[in-house]
């Protein structure tokens, strides 16, 4: 686990000093997804995460060209996340580590809530989360659920999957419900063939976390990875985001913690 500040993480970030997963990083602050757009498709896309609060809880909409969120006053969105991914024409083009070659003045970002919220929340609960312990990053599936249309924007939820010991099933759902600007409580538990998921070990994005059967049940939040399954069908000329598990780390407290 990261014994640094928001700060400190960015600036490592930011220098190239680290990469990897931002699960466990800065406990108790506020982590969230990105997505950058032009302008001319930021009207749409807004709508979209109105529609679909739940796949994409709106954290901030930061002005056109802007890069220092009020979330994160001393960060720049270019530089401060581990890892970005570029979409051009709804089509995965690259994974970068910084953006300034590639930032456009007419562009819009949006900063999404993030499961990884939660999660310290669920371990002071005495939950495990196998995909810290394994040194993974949270497997992630696409489904059948479909949202709610705005503009270009269409398509299915994508779900985060942390298998949770049976015994403290009604515990986590208790916690993760109280993080509704974070996805909050789950979306399906212990039956991924109703959501679309043939197996648990073969992720979409992120990597397979190995559990028992016997003893966990495997348990489906919704993830901001979402906007970036939506990306393959709306086709903007180009769409940025946070690789999936690398995250923005805010300067927010989450008010769980407060």
């Known amino acids: 686990m990261s014994e640094m500040n928001p700060t400190e993480e960015r600036l490592a970030f930011r220098k190239g000093l680290k990469t990897g997963t931002t699960s466990g990083m800065c406990e108790g602050y506020v982590q969230t997804n990105m997505v950058v757009l032009q302008k001319e498709y930021a009207s749409d896309f807004l709508a979209f995460c109105k529609k679909n609060p739940k796949s994409c809880p709106l954290v901030e909409k930061l002005d056109t060209g802007q890069v220092a969120p009020n979330v994160a006053p001393e960060a720049d969105i270019r530089t401060d996340l581990p890892r970005y991914r570029i979409y051009r024409e709804g089509v995965f083009a690259e994974e970068v580590f910084d953006l300034r070659d590639v930032w456009q003045d007419d562009f819009v970002t949006f900063l999404i809530g993030c499961s990884f919220t939660f999660e310290k929340a669920l371990v002071e609960a005495g939950i495990p989360l196998l995909h810290q312990l394994q040194q993974k990053v949270v497997p992630m599936f696409k489904t059948n659920i479909e949202l709610e249309s705005s503009g270009i924007f269409a398509g299915n939820m994508v779900v985060s999957m942390r298998p949770i010991p049976n ?31 043939q197996d648990v070990m073969k992720p979409d994005y992120g990597e397979a976390v190995k559990f028992d059967e016997n003893i966990s049940t495997p348990v489906f939040w919704a993830c901001g990875v979402t906007p970036q399954n939506v990306a393959l069908k709306a086709k903007p000329s180009i769409m940025i985001t946070h690789a999936p598990g690398h995250m923005l780390i805010t300067d927010e407290v989450d008010e769980y913690y407060r």
Do not use: Y
């Open 167 to 197: 015994q403290m099933m009604d515990k986590a759902l208790r916690v993760s419900e109280q993080f509704g600007h974070a996805h909050g409580g789950p979306v399906q538990v212990g039956n991924p063939e109703q959501i679309g998921i």
